[in-house]
DNA sequence: CGTAATTTTGATCTTCTTCAATCCTCGTGG
DNA sequence: CCACGAGGATTGAAGAAGATCAAAATTACG
């Protein structure tokens, strides 16, 4: 039994449900562009059951030229670039709905790898699937771009976080980019709780800062109030006040809007 | 009269050559795909003749909606975000033959600003008629798709760059990637100087280094005799040496080759 | 209940920042 | 042809943020 189903749209493991549940990628793509009723079925006959992984497996591995796309239905995943040396660099995290490459993977070998965060559940896709599927129905196709146009925001984001930011405010802005993000798919509870296989080590190849200096940042904002954190819940517990030391702004993580 | 003309494919300025040089963009996308003449010919007619900038021109700002793509015919741009506090973090360049954001534009306001980084001469493309010139060459739309691909590839090793290596290291690794972009599109000579208008105000913003310490980097690295630096002429001595120094791999910039 | 993973703590060190001058270089106008 | 001014480069000194090393404490988990 995968964990975070109290946070999520349902749980999925349970097969009464599976008929009913919205469709992690629906979801999503139903954020950007609206679907119709084939559309959303199509997507649902390709991503019905997926395969399940334990936490850290890698999915994905730099270099290898995959010859399908993944989709996360369940549970969280990462991708890293790891340096002669052994330092760690997160690129990104995917949530359920996220998918591994969309017509990226076409093309070219990886540049990176791509690994579960805890346990997941993930649907591999043909990529010949994906594309037909694209071709028939333009508006995943468009969904999906401008999904990848998020996704770019979120590594310039990133970018300027980690170059930009002092180590307090750099853990701060990606709590908040967590919490927003998880709060769109309805994984973060109404007192600001979210639940995720996320360790200290992984925060602080996020956000390029020591394990032992991340230890110590969250220790103050513990001691300012702005977030709890026990085991894997962390809860936020004044999103105002943590966006403001982080100069964190919503917009980049929101769908574009579509010109008109 | 623009500057570099010497390093790049001829001189643009010049009427009498205008016809026979290579555009930018057509040597450019020619790195990815094949062009039929008359793919060749449509670029050409639609970046003829460009604006041109002084230096530290911004192009592009954060926020609006442009209705038209860009394309450097002549000079270097940059991408950039800006803190509230004025610090300032460099998301990429743009040399000749690239363009600010592709078919992105279409639907969203942009994430950042793009400026001149000296004197450049820019085409202005009005949105629909890029998109008529993709719906008429696919060839063209996959040509830009992987430049796409490789932005992202550099997007991702600079978050690397950033976050686990060091001054040293991050300056190297910038200018090891600045000297094979320069290089594939003919902006290096031989000996393997470099001209361009780099300030160290810039290095600084790209790299997430203070000014001073990216100028003392600099001795360091002269007095290891691995670049020179004369003004705005950067030599990289021993490229070799550089790259071994930044862990610098250049498989990441290279066009990726495509699926058989 | 024992072992491994993770978090926490302490002490020390160094890389990089900050602040504040000074010094070039180069284009401009007198 | 030279003085001037501005942007850019360089230097120095001092401080701080964050890194490193090593160990202990806690927690998770089979």
Redesign the interface.
Known sequence: MLQYASFGRGDCDDPLFTGEIANPLVAKLQRFVSLGAEEIASITALSRSGQKFPANHVIIEEGS?PDHVCIILHGFAY?Y?I???G???I?GYLVPGDLCDA??A????L??SIATLGDAEVVRIPIQELLDLLARHPAIERGL??AA?VD??I??????N????NAYQKLSHFLCELSVRLKAIGYVSADGTLELPLNQAALA?T??LTLVHINRTLQRMRAESLIALRGRRLTILDLERLAAVA?FEV??LSP????S
């Open positions: 030229r991708r670039k340096l002669t040396g330092r760690r660099q690129l017509h990226f076409v093309f070219d070998q540049d990176h771009s401008l146009l770019r925001s590594l310039h984001e990133w970018l300027l980690i170059g930009q930011r190849d956000t390029g100069g917009g980049y574009p809007v579509p010109a």
